[in-house]
């Protein structure tokens, strides 16, 4: 592998180029910055602008050297006739040291040239005591802390403009996880919906159906055409109300209630007429205590358990009653279905376990328990939800 080739920036280059002429111009036309000395022949002055002006090619991948060559090379016209462009060159030197030196540089840079300053002035104004002294001190402060004073405001704007742009990234990849985890959560949560309202009006059409098809009654077919119409026209019901819950709002279109825990005996008089067929009864128990109202959130929960419940008993229990008891005591509300375990004879729908899934789920988002599973001879789904408005999990 070959090494990296060194290519300095195309401004360097110019400004290494221009210095330099620049330079040569001033020096052939006898344009000199401390002509009162004569330390040394007048082309002395080039040695230090040939040392300095190539350095501006490595201002930016060397400051350490850039800054030590620049020192050594002004410090040194200072003893011949001297060259402003050696000057400016080492001012803008300082400057890129500040800006792409190392941050330890950056901090440091221009507390030392303030001090240098400081220090240059007073011995100025002690050693000469005259007002024109205080020259020297304006002009080193021109030269070595105006650079580095520059450069440091506009190092700290950078970084302070790249820390922005760092939080706005960050600020967006933070919101678009937020929206997918949203878009996520909604999905689930109008998949238990959709689940909970259909299954149990497609369950019974399922059941009655097979019944119709297995029985060669007119009687018993005619009984069960009729529960299969009645429960085809609430699925669409519903599924119209869940259509018009996800059209965009504005649309003319007033969302129906959501259904609570008033609905419950509604709610077992259709699942009655449905297990019928099936030799099912169903009997509520309703020991709430009186109270301030229950969150919507927990109202909703508290009705789809009971309702998904319902909808397994008629897939699953075998002949008997479902008992649904419906409590609230001390800050929860319980609800618990029981309906007989074990085989019956008959249709029965099939099941993938979904409506589990979502009845835990409803209970977990709203910071309950869920229990369900066989419990002697009886299948039990038991959920505690917080009857609280503090109390719910946002």
Same mark, same amino acid.
């Given at each position: 592998?070959?090494?990296?080739?060194?290519?300095?920036?195309?401004?360097?280059?110019?400004?290494?180029?221009?210095?330099?002429?620049?330079?040569?111009?001033?020096?052939?036309?006898?344009?000199?910055?401390?002509?009162?000395?004569?330390?040394?022949?007048?082309?002395?002055?080039?040695?230090?602008?040939?040392?300095?002006?190539?350095?501006?090619?490595?201002?930016?991948?060397?400051?350490?050297?850039?800054?030590?060559?620049?020192?050594?090379?002004?410090?040194?016209?200072?003893?011949?006739?001297?060259?402003?462009?050696?000057?400016?060159?080492?001012?803008?030197?300082?400057?890129?040291?500040?800006?792409?030196?190392?941050?330890?540089?950056?901090?440091?840079?221009?507390?030392?040239?303030?001090?240098?300053?400081?220090?240059?002035?007073?011995?100025?104004?002690?050693?000469?005591?005259?007002?024109?002294?205080?020259?020297?001190?304006?002009?080193?402060?021109?030269?070595?802390?105006?650079?580095?004073?520059?450069?440091?405001?506009?190092?700290?704007?950078?970084?302070?403009?790249?820390?922005?742009?760092?939080?706005?990234?960050?600020?967006?990849?933070?919101?678009?996880?937020?929206?997918?985890?949203?878009?996520?959560?909604?999905?689930?949560?109008?998949?238990?919906?959709?689940?909970?309202?259909?299954?149990?009006?497609?369950?019974?059409?399922?059941?009655?159906?097979?019944?119709?098809?297995?029985?060669?009654?007119?009687?018993?077919?005619?009984?069960?055409?009729?529960?299969?119409?009645?429960?085809?026209?609430?699925?669409?019901?519903?599924?119209?109300? =869940?259509?018009?819950? #996800?059209?965009? @709002?504005? /649309? %003319?279109?007033?969302?129906?209630? &959501?259904?609570?825990? $008033? +609905? !419950?005996?509604?709610?077992?008089?259709?699942?009655?007429?449905?297990?019928?067929?099936?030799?099912?009864?169903?009997?509520?128990?309703?020991?709430?205590?009186?109270?301030?109202?229950?969150?919507?959130?927990?109202?909703?929960?508290?009705?789809?358990?009971?309702?998904?419940? =319902?909808?397994?008993? #008629?897939?699953? @229990?075998? /002949? %008997?009653?479902?008992?649904?008891? &419906?409590?609230?005591? $001390? +800050? !929860?509300?319980?609800?618990?279905?029981?309906?007989?375990?074990?085989?019956?004879?008959?249709?029965?729908?099939?099941?993938?376990?979904?409506?589990?899934?979502?009845?835990?789920?409803?209970?977990?988002?709203?910071?309950?328990?869920?229990?369900?599973?066989?419990?002697?001879?009886?299948?039990?789904?038991?959920?505690?939800?917080? /009857?609280?408005?503090?109390?719910?999990?946002?």
């Amino acid at each position: 592998m070959h090494p990296k080739t060194f290519r300095p920036h195309r401004d360097d280059v110019l400004l290494a180029v221009v210095s330099v002429l620049a330079g040569l111009l001033l020096w052939s036309l006898g344009v000199y910055s401390t002509n009162n000395r004569h330390f040394f022949p007048a082309w002395a002055a080039l040695v230090p602008l040939l040392a300095i002006g190539p350095m501006e090619l490595l201002r930016r991948t060397a400051p350490n050297l850039t800054l030590a060559v620049g020192t050594v090379a002004v410090v040194a016209d200072q003893f011949t006739v001297g060259n402003l462009a050696t000057v400016l060159v080492f001012t803008d030197l300082m400057y890129a040291a500040v800006v792409y030196g190392k941050p330890a540089m950056a901090r440091r840079l221009p507390i030392h040239t303030g001090l240098i300053t400081v220090v240059v002035t007073v011995v100025a104004v002690a050693w000469l005591r005259t007002p024109q002294s205080l020259m020297i001190g304006v002009i080193t402060g021109i030269v070595c802390f105006g650079p580095a004073l520059t450069g440091a405001t506009l190092r700290n704007h950078r970084e302070a403009a790249e820390a922005a742009r760092l939080r706005a990234e960050q600020t967006a990849l933070l919101a678009e996880m937020d929206r997918t985890q949203a878009v996520a959560a909604e999905r689930a949560r109008m998949a238990r919906e959709l689940h909970d309202m259909v299954a149990n009006h497609l369950s019974a059409i399922a059941i009655h159906s097979t019944a119709a098809l297995s029985i060669d009654s007119p009687a018993t077919s005619r009984e069960a055409l009729g529960v299969i119409r009645e429960n085809s026209v609430q699925g669409l019901a519903e599924m119209r109300r =869940l259509i018009g819950l #996800l059209r965009e @709002a504005g /649309a %003319g279109q007033e969302a129906a209630p &959501v259904p609570s825990l $008033d +609905g !419950l005996e509604a709610l077992l008089e259709r699942a009655r007429a449905n297990g019928t067929a099936s030799g099912l009864d169903f009997v509520l128990e309703d020991a709430r205590r009186s109270g301030p109202p229950l969150p919507a959130p927990v109202e909703l929960a508290a009705y789809r358990i009971v309702q998904e419940s =319902l909808t397994n008993a #008629l897939k699953h @229990a075998a /002949a %008997g009653t479902v008992l649904v008891g &419906v409590a609230r005591r $001390d +800050g !929860l509300l319980t609800v618990a279905v029981e309906s007989p375990y074990g085989d019956r004879p008959g249709p029965r729908a099939p099941g993938s376990g979904a409506g589990l899934v979502g009845m835990r789920e409803r209970t977990e988002l709203l910071g309950g328990r869920f229990t369900a599973g066989p419990s002697g001879s009886v299948w039990q789904v038991r959920a505690e939800l917080p /009857a609280e408005e503090g109390e719910v999990a946002r």
